[in-house]
């Protein structure tokens, strides 16, 4: 799973689509759980669903990325900006616009917060049998 750039300027009337906007929401999430779980203490954040055309999506699906997207917010590290998310009740109205921007730019924020978090983290060189280790 690779970190695609979020799209952070969507507008009324954009359409969402599975390909790639929802692929890359849900690979976004999955990076950011796996990075971030490589600096902080194990938590719980809902699987995220595969998408297909057949159907209407459920409301598990909305909210599992929210939920997602709030684990990380919540158990790892709020930066600065980091927007609201509301959950989505059955038979309502999916994502707007604004919500797919305050998503996608938390994803971002917590991209940055992460990988310079990470290039913090302290290293130990130290040369163990002539070869060395950690640098």
């Known amino acids: 799973m690779a970190w695609v750039t979020p799209k952070t300027n969507w507008v009324d009337g954009?359409?969402?689509?599975i390909n790639p906007d929802y692929n890359r929401i849900k690979g976004n999430i999955e990076y950011l759980l796996a990075l971030s779980k490589t600096m902080y203490a194990d938590y719980t954040a809902p699987s995220l669903e595969s998408a297909s055309m057949s159907g209407y999506p459920r409301v598990s699906?909305?909210?599992?990325?929210?939920?997602?997207?709030?684990?990380?917010?919540e158990n790892c590290y709020s930066p600065s900006g980091a927007k609201s998310m509301r959950l989505y009740a059955s038979n309502g109205a999916g994502w707007t616009a604004s919500e797919l921007n305050a998503i996608e730019n938390n994803h971002l924020l917590l991209y940055k917060a992460f990988h310079g978090?990470?290039?913090g983290i302290p290293k130990l060189q130290f040369t163990l049998g002539g070869k060395n280790i950690g640098g």
């Open 14 to 17: 954009d359409y969402f689509n």
């Open 61 to 73: 699906f909305f909210n599992n990325v929210v939920n997602a997207t709030k684990a990380l917010l």
């Open 117 to 119: 978090q990470k290039a």
